[in-house]
């Protein structure tokens, strides 16, 4: 069992592109890999795979899933040939009970969890089994699975979580560097602000995050902002919390990171 506990993390991801590009975003992600301490595997819990139920990846050698279109042949000669671990999404089940967790052979690895992996641990060297997101449940039954996979942090399995607490393509500025709406900036800044919270897990203003007058804009679907919330819920009282890059592009996209523990 116990080495130190793995830190968790939230990864604004942002555009497929930044598999091929290097920037303020990506060159964080990678020296988080780094500088971080090695994990021996990894959940990933990306806004790309929301589902009616839960599932985990069980299959020994996840595919590569390019869930995308429109982008540069580069991207989609991409892979990640990371393992899976049949034996960790076991773990992960046993961990959720009395949730239902399917133990699933046909997905992989989707972009959102691979395209930031990429820089984090290029080689690809290390275990990964991805968890789908529910989409029939509430905000706080999110959170709840977070804690429930907490005691993994303790032996050697790091969460990174992917998706933008601000995501609103259709409102995004697509030309230029254009600033962030008011709205965006506003609940990324309550975001931001409410990520220690040592009180009830039911009053946690952003397991209410909808309370917020920016939410619905920000958030008209909320797959891209849940997956954080799996990452705040596996933080223990005290633990301390840190943004390891923050910022809004195409202005309505919020790449704010959020590393819990470490």
Not at 65 to 84: C, E, N, S
Not at 118 to 125: T, V
Not at 221 to 226: D, N, R
Request: glycine share 8%.
């Amino acid at each position: 069992m116990s080495q130190s506990r793995m830190p968790a993390l939230f990864l604004g991801h942002g555009s497929p592109m930044n598999v091929l590009e290097e920037n303020i975003y990506t060159e964080t992600w990678r020296r988080l890999g780094e500088t971080l301490p090695r994990p021996q595997a990894i959940i990933a819990v990306s806004a790309h795979w929301y589902t009616r139920g839960t599932a985990v990846t069980a299959m020994e050698t996840p595919r590569t899933i390019h869930d995308f279109g429109g982008f540069p042949q580069a991207l989609f000669d991409t892979r990640y040939p990371a393992p899976g671990s049949p034996q960790l999404a076991q773990q992960i089940a046993e961990a959720l009970s009395p949730v239902s967790v399917q133990m699933d052979q046909e997905w992989g690895l989707d972009h959102g969890a691979w395209g930031v992996l990429i820089k984090m641990y290029p080689h690809a060297d290390i275990p990964v089994v991805q968890l789908s997101v529910d989409g029939t449940q509430p905000p706080a039954w999110h959170f709840e699975l977070g804690r429930k996979l907490a005691a993994l942090r303790d032996q050697g399995v790091m969460i990174v979580a992917s998706g933008n607490v601000v995501h609103n393509l259709r409102m995004a500025r697509w030309q230029g560097e254009a600033g962030a709406y008011p709205w965006a900036t506003s609940f990324d800044k309550y975001v931001r602000e409410n990520l220690v919270w040592e009180g009830a897990a039911a009053a946690h203003p952003l397991v209410n995050f909808m309370q917020h007058e920016g939410a619905a804009l920000s958030n008209p679907t909320p797959e891209h902002y849940l997956p954080l919330l799996y990452v705040l819920g596996s933080r223990a009282p005290n633990e301390t919390v840190s943004i390891p890059v923050e910022g809004v592009v195409m202005g309505s996209l919020s790449m704010l990171s959020v590393q819990v523990g470490g």
